[in-house]
């Protein structure tokens, strides 16, 4: 059951978070991610009508990777906050003659374009962005490669934060294809940091050793009954570059995926969550996608508020008002 909080509206009076960039969990704070939850939460209680304002702050999305919960949801939470959306289609541009991404940034940045909303196959595109002197653009990550997706990561924590009220303790466990997810990256970092104890499941070819500073690699039937959360990774066909029998379907869902022997296994408290896109049968059972312990689709509804609190902690500093809350440690 989630926990039902008093969330109190940010004022005037009350203090605000400031970021110049959001690229990557592990460039922000501990205190700025809890103050990120908490906005989120409090965004997401509050009548529209009284959702913050930064009107004639111009920003520009450009996916150079298909999207769909990531960009929508960025386009929405651009839309309440009263900004000014420049539409930007890869496939028409000029990075399809060879224009480098810096040049193309330049370009939306003479327009008076303030903020970009990135996606990119390349990890760490955004270190040149942000390095470069001519630049004055605050850039925000919306997954570089199978780098990081540290707007997912805040939907997420969010998402837990929501449901539990805390993250010490909790047992949680990160299960798919953990070497070519940006999500697993950015929150076995993140949950980590914040108290919570990690597993690792899936095939043992996906696991990285990076993994071991944060939890235990250890096969999902030996603590399925101790989770309190199972978040489960999509299978990316799309980054694999030789199929083999992990990836058949059959195969992969009997050995690795959430079926409904499974799902009856689990403690009563527990919840499930999956960034999407899912590939049903394959990660989770077609019945359990809209269970009752599913929390799919509300981390999709947490994912346009945690946005809104993104792009207003860089309106804010951009702004660099007096009142300001936590800056990122990096950037």
């Known amino acids: 059951m989630a926990v039902k909080e008093q969330w109190t509206y940010i004022t005037e009076n009350q203090p605000k978070i400031a970021l110049n960039h959001f690229v990557s969990t ?11 939850i908490k906005r989120t939460l409090q965004i997401k209680n509050m009548p529209q009508s009284e959702y913050p304002q930064v009107k004639g ?7 150079l990777e298909p999207s769909t919960r990531t960009h929508l949801s960025f386009q929405v939470a651009e839309r ?10 890869p496939s028409t541009s000029s990075l399809k003659k060879g224009e480098t991404m810096s040049d193309t940034v330049l370009t939306l940045q003479a327009l008076g374009v303030e903020t970009v909303v990135i ?12 390095n470069n002197k001519d630049l004055n653009v605050s850039v925000v990550n919306g997954g570089d490669g199978s780098g990081q997706h540290p707007s ?46 990690l597993y690792f499941c899936g095939p ?50 009997y ?5 409904e022997d499974r799902e009856r296994r689990m403690a009563d408290q527990a919840i499930i969550m999956h960034p999407a896109p899912v590939n049903r049968d394959v990660e989770i059972a077609d019945s359990l996608v809209t269970c009752e312990r599913s929390r799919i689709y509300r981390q999709m509804q947490n994912g346009m508020f945690a946005r809104m609190a993104i792009l207003e902690a860089i309106q804010n500093g ?9 800056l990122s440690e990096k950037y």
């Open 26 to 36: 592990e460039h922000l704070s501990t205190s700025t991610v809890e103050a990120l």
């Open 57 to 63: 702050s111009w920003v520009s999305n450009l996916f």
């Open 80 to 89: 309440h906050l009263g900004m000014e959306v420049l539409e930007f289609d």
């Open 119 to 130: 996606r990119s196959g390349e990890e760490k595109y955004y270190e040149a962005l942000i």
């Open 152 to 197: 997912q990561s805040l939907l997420d924590v969010t998402t837990i934060y929501e449901e539990f009220g805390y993250f010490k303790g909790l047992k949680i466990a990160i299960s798919g294809d953990l070497s070519h997810s940006r999500v697993a990256h950015s929150n076995a970092e993140l949950l980590w940091r914040l108290g919570a104890e």
């Open 204 to 253: 043992e070819a996906w696991y990285e050793e990076s993994y071991d500073k944060y939890g235990t690699f250890v096969e999902l039937d030996d603590v399925l009954e101790e989770l309190d959360v199972l978040m489960l990774l999509r299978v990316q066909h799309e980054r694999h570059d030789d199929p083999n029998a992990e990836l058949l379907k059959e195969t992969y869902h």
């Open 255 to 259: 050995r690795h995926g959430l079926t």
């Open 318 to 326: 951009r702004g660099l008002k007096e009142n300001v809350y936590a």
